[in-house]
């Protein structure tokens, strides 16, 4: 008994410990964003100056609607193409869908410091060169695998006897796929549209050297902003971002929960 | 609602011959039964009149119409599944309204044929529920319901009762040949329960191997076999093997076994007999012999099985072990160990070419 409830309470510990390293930093630096001292001292006096004075940084406003228009415009073109990609791999055998299957995985891995300096090289050789475009592409690519991996996850779960079933039934290949198909991975597809959402919208390396001045994504002009000199206002547009990327987050998981239960 | 027919149809996967050179003819409005082992070619061959795969040769039609090369979708079939695949994402109604839906009918037409299809599988009540919130049962007739209620020319069913429990699957069975009757259409169902083929089916076809191996009512194919495999994989059969002596055949050791019906062989060709288990008397031996019943063979009981309504022998004769099944009629049981001798007719006796 004894030795039960020490191990309980150890374990207690641990989550308690395990917690507090990943969200203590986020904690203090959402707290500092509601401080009226610039230098994080204390005691702590409320202000949401750092809020307005962000409102005020135009620099700073236009890279966050440059990384929520690319986010968004990648989440919509990785999950339509993503998810077509998995239709294709599930439903038709192929010469070399195996070798395709492989090959999806391996940009998942390949450090992004690689991916994005192959990326620059690649889009000057074409003509592309840098900007949101390239960006944008840069994205596309990045998030594809991801979808395509979720959406093809819950394509396993799948019964083909429903689309079976479907064409018993007079349905055409279209009718198959938008009434009974697309309903059984759309929680796939909405997990598989927010992981691209926030490997677009986190997005640091790739877009780094993608982007030219003026030309920039939220997470680039941060920490440019932080190589000028720190202020409070990066703490406010900080705790902002993990706000909605948290939702997000907590969103993907809802729907990844669904996929276990149906 | 039409008559399916099926000529020298062939299909390989690789150098697998799931289907060699079948044919049958399936009458409008019959109710037919493919039966089969597992890898026997059953479900290729529903598989190919349905449309989900094409023959390599041969011909397939639906009512006089040429269909074998015509996908699923276009050639108004209904069709069952072992698993009922039924949509999740979709209510009991909205499963049943599919077929109607795609073919764009009016709402109001969908509402009305749905309601109807599901009072006539007993399921009135509970169009708004979700497929998971039904029983085994209750699945099934959903399944069938939307599979009918297109009016489609042929009803295909693939072991539609397998996944149901026994009691269950024998109100099933009564259920389906009900509706079957009321509506008249032509039913193919496919199935590895010899049972299930005998009591529901006007006529079965047996296959092997991706050959037909025989093909008639059940009676038929149940007192006059045409091969070992047909005897014994429809219902229980001794077979004995030895040399045609023209009305039967000659036993290794020279007894003879006498055959009232099956093929027409050359004296001294091999040749097999099959005796159905309920056909042999097993007495002690101090009986009279009767005159109807020539065939004798005397052994020894080596396990007997009660099962109440009636009893199974296992008698050893020769290496060979012989299964009797006698009603239980009151009259006094055999132990093990006893001499028996064994009896029967002539016209329980089918001859077989080997």
């Keep these: 008994m004894a030795t039960t409830r020490i191990l309980e309470g150890l374990g207690r510990l641990y989550v308690g410990l395990l917690l507090a390293f990943l969200y203590l930093p986020i904690i203090i630096m959402a707290l500092m964003s509601f401080n009226v001292s610039p230098f994080y001292q204390l005691p702590f006096e409320w202000t949401t100056e750092w809020y307005a004075s962000l409102w005020q940084n135009d620099q700073l406003i236009a890279a966050t609607w440059n990384s929520l228009e690319i986010a968004i415009i990648t989440t919509i073109i990785s999950t339509v193409l993503g998810a077509a990609a998995s239709l294709a791999l599930y439903r038709y055998e192929f010469r070399g869908k195996k070798v395709l299957q492989a090959l999806l995985f391996p940009p998942i891995a390949i450090p992004w410091l690689i991916t994005g300096t192959a990326m620059l090289i690649f889009f000057f050789g074409i003509g592309i060169g840098r900007g949101l475009f390239a960006i944008l592409l840069g994205h596309v690519a990045l998030a594809l695998p991801y979808v395509i991996v979720v959406v093809s996850a819950r394509l396993q779960t799948f019964a083909p006897e429903l689309e079976e079933a479907a064409r018993s039934l007079g349905a055409n290949q279209w009718q198959v796929t938008n009434r009974v198909t697309l309903p059984w991975i759309m929680p796939g597809v909405i997990a598989g549209g927010l992981f691209a959402f926030a490997v677009s919208f986190d997005q640091f390396v790739v877009s780094y050297f993608l982007s030219t001045p003026g030309q920039t994504t939220l997470p680039v002009e941060i920490y440019a902003a932080i190589r000028k000199g720190f202020t409070p206002e990066i703490n406010a547009v900080s705790t902002i971002i993990i706000v909605v990327s948290m939702a997000l987050m907590l969103l993907t998981a809802r729907f990844f929960k669904f996929g276990g239960e149906k | ?354």
């Excluded at chain 2, 597992?38 to 041969?58: E, H, M, N, V, W």
């Excluded at chain 2, 040429?66 to 072992?82: A, D, L, T, Y």
């Excluded at chain 2, 093997?241 to 036993?251: E, F, K, S, V």
């Design chain 2, 1 to 354: 609602m039409a008559g399916v027919k099926v000529s020298n149809v062939s299909r390989s996967f690789g150098a697998h011959k799931a289907l060699d050179d079948v044919s049958i003819d399936f009458a409008d409005g019959g109710f037919y039964a493919l039966l089969g082992p597992s890898g026997s070619g059953k479900t290729t061959l529903l598989r190919q009149i349905a449309g989900f795969d094409f023959p390599d040769s041969g011909r397939i039609a639906i009512g006089g119409e040429s269909v074998e090369r015509v996908p699923v979708e276009k050639r108004q079939i209904g069709m069952v599944f072992q698993n009922y695949a039924l949509f999740p994402n979709m209510s009991v109604a909205d499963n049943v309204a599919f077929g109607l839906s795609v073919r764009g009918e009016a709402k109001a037409t969908i509402a009305t044929e749905v309601q109807r299809a599901l009072d006539l599988v007993q399921l009135g009540k509970l169009g708004g529920r979700r497929p998971h919130q039904l029983s085994g049962g209750q699945r099934q007739r959903v399944a069938l319901a939307r599979a009918i209620v297109t009016k489609p020319r042929v009803l295909l069913l693939d072991e539609p009762l397998g996944a149901l429990d026994k009691a269950l699957r024998v109100d099933m069975q009564i259920e389906l040949k009900r509706i079957q009757r009321e509506i008249g259409i032509t039913t193919i169902f496919v199935t590895h329960d010899q049972e299930e083929a005998l009591t529901m089916s006007d006529r079965i076809g047996i296959l092997r191997d991706g050959r037909l191996v025989q093909e008639g009512p059940p009676e038929e194919i149940y007192d006059r076999p045409q091969s070992e495999f047909a005897a014994t994989f429809l219902g229980d059969a001794n077979i004995f093997r030895g040399d045609a002596t023209g009305n039967g055949i000659r036993l290794p050791d020279g007894t003879a076994i006498a055959a009232g019906a099956g093929a027409t062989l050359t004296v001294g060709a091999k040749a097999s007999c099959a005796v159905r288990p309920e056909r042999i008397q097993i007495s002690t031996g101090t009986e009279k012999p009767d005159a109807g019943n020539s065939n004798t063979l005397k052994g020894q009981v080596s396990k007997r099985i009660f099962a109440g309504n009636n009893s199974t022998y296992f008698v050893e004769r020769q290496g060979q072990t012989l299964k009797v099944i006698v009603q239980n009629t009151g009259a006094e049981r055999l132990a093990e160990g006893e001499d028996v001798v064994l009896r029967w007719s002539p016209e329980s006796t089918v001859l077989i070419a080997a």
